[in-house]
């Protein structure tokens, strides 16, 4: 998917909203055990609930390598089943020496190989562009480099200083060399929704993967203000909020639900900033 094809959803939907499937079958509602495969059971669900309110859906790939063979079974099946038309991010914030990138590269870009084929991928920056670089050799990829995140612990570094700058400043300012913002995007917590403005002076022009938003208590508006650019230029990630707002057997319309009270503040922010 394109950046203008991904802005287009956006306003049609008007929505910047992504579904994190951060699946967990310890979690998920008890009647649906009896199915085959509970977890691609659930997933299905919540995206026939929520695919008219969201353009990107997120699993978190943890959840699935946890369950073994399995989970990557429902992990392919997942992203066949979601919509052509909604980006897809394997949240795997994968990153290693270029050999070994280029095989995580291939798992997640390359059907031919692995039966999957994600618009991108997140991935970790610390060991440089050569780590990165591979996944970035996929046509029509995306690559997610994770900037600034929610956790308390992104001030051990991500905060540091060096010489003049923040450590994920320079983390900015160097990766967006690597690729235009037509391959490249940042993940940047909404829990960071102050700093924004900030990092919007040194990539303006590039799409924000932002979690943080419900559950940790991010404030979607403080984002939309201080993070958003004239294509939008943000997907604001709801993962626990939504796909546990019940479980019970209404879960899925529980998720819809949610998503729509998101969706419905998104095309008052798009409204309002764009």
């Given at each position: ?188 917590g909404a829990t960071k929704a102050s700093l924004l403005k900030e990092i919007r002076a040194i990539i303006p022009n590039h799409f924000l993967l932002v979690p943080g938003v419900g559950a940790q208590g991010g404030s979607l508006e403080e984002v939309a203000k201080n993070g958003m650019n004239k294509e939008c230029g ?41």
């Open positions: 998917m394109t950046k203008e094809e991904l802005f287009k959803e956006i306003k049609g939907k008007e929505s910047f909203l992504c579904v994190g499937l951060d699946t967990d079958i310890k979690k998920i509602p008890s009647h649906l055990m009896k199915e085959k495969d509970p977890v691609f059971e659930f997933n299905k669900q919540i995206i026939d609930a929520t695919e008219q309110f969201a353009v990107s859906y997120k699993p978190n790939i943890a959840f699935y390598e946890a369950m073994g063979p399995k989970g990557w079974e429902s992990l392919q099946k997942t992203l066949e089943y979601i919509p052509k038309n909604c980006f897809t991010i394997a949240d795997a914030k994968r990153g290693d020496i270029g050999n070994t990138s280029s095989l995580y590269a291939r798992a997640f870009f390359d059907e031919s190989a692995s039966g999957m084929s994600f618009d991108s991928i997140t991935v970790a920056p610390y060991m440089g562009e050569d780590s990165v670089k591979p996944f970035l050799d996929f046509d029509g990829k995306w690559v997610i480099l994770l900037a600034l995140t929610s956790n308390p612990g992104s001030k051990d570094f991500q905060q540091l200083s060096v010489g003049d700058e923040k450590l994920y400043e320079k983390v900015l300012r160097t990766s967006s060399q690597w690729a235009d913002s037509e391959r490249l995007m940042y993940v940047v943000l997907l604001v990630n709801s993962s626990r909020g939504i796909i546990y707002a019940s479980n019970g057997a209404d879960f899925s319309q529980s998720a819809a639900k949610e998503a729509e009270k998101l969706q419905v503040q998104m095309a008052g922010l798009l409204e309002q900033y764009l």
